[in-house]
């Protein structure tokens, strides 16, 4: 299978393995990963997904320009061949984590921006090559001025330089550079921990975080007001203050 789709313990494993071709991703790949994306959103037990890529040599490398090469003269292929394949298609209301090992380069780099949190191994790189061959990095150009500082994110997206895991985490594109062997547990870990949140304030927060990028403080603190209405008339506002009081883990039901 190109993409190995696992759910345990309410997490949600999503494993790009291609590692023969640096994990870079057909067609086939990018519409199955939307799906994989829906099924994420739909599944009440689920809280939390983790994104990888198979091997320990890249996380992605990005879409198959071998593919894209040979059937460029395909009208079929055209038609089902997007540039922004990792925009809305990707969108959940969970928070998705990309543990990041080794290259992630183009589309790769997308797919990471396109997850809430991100983590590298200490041989990981990142880029945004697509101006050497003439091809936009669309969404990721997007995605990465809104992640790292804009100086920083120009001088990649115009140069197509890689950076390493050390200067990604330095200016802020992951949260954690960890060994290989520690990647995945350290995935695990703040996915544990996210999953044994109330997964209606998780919602809730993650939407207020996003919605904050692109509106006034004053329309934010409304949308705030809004959300927190109803979160609070849930059972789940009633169960954590009560475990919180008898000294216990709360039990949430996401309702």
């Known amino acids: 299978m190109d993409i190995i789709y696992e759910k345990k313990d309410r997490k949600a494993y999503v494993t790009i393995n291609r590692p023969g071709v640096m994990n870079a991703m057909s067609t086939a790949m990018q519409k199955l990963l939307a799906e994989i994306w829906v099924d994420i959103d739909n599944d009440p037990e689920i809280r939390v997904g983790i994104l990888t890529g198979a091997g320990d040599r890249a996380f992605c490398a990005g879409a198959d320009l071998k593919e894209k090469v040979s059937s460029a003269e395909s009208e079929e292929y055209l038609k089902l061949w997007r540039p922004d394949w990792v925009t809305h298609d990707l969108e959940t209301s969970k928070p998705m984590i990309a543990a990041i090992n080794g290259y992630c380069l183009a589309g790769g780099q997308e797919l990471a921006l396109a997850c809430d949190i991100r983590i590298c191994s200490e041989n990981a790189e990142f880029g945004c090559p697509e101006a050497r061959w003439n091809l936009l990095h669309g969404y990721g150009t997007l995605k990465l001025v809104h992640a790292i500082p804009l100086a920083v994110a120009m001088e990649m997206i115009l140069t197509g330089e890689r950076i390493n895991a ?16 520690e990647l995945m547990p350290t995935a695990e870990k703040i996915a544990k921990r ?13 939407e207020l975080a996003y919605r904050s990028l692109d509106i006034p403080l004053a329309e934010g603190l409304r949308l705030f007001v809004a959300m927190r209405q ?8 009633k169960e954590g203050p009560r475990a919180f009081t008898e000294k216990r883990p709360p039990v949430f039901k996401g309702r």
């Open 166 to 181: 050390h200067e990604a985490y330095r200016i802020g594109l992951v949260s954690h550079v960890v060994p290989q062997s």
């Open 194 to 206: 996210i999953s044994e949140n109330g997964p209606l304030a998780v919602k809730a927060m993650k």
């Open 230 to 237: 109803s979160v609070y008339s849930s059972e789940d506002t």
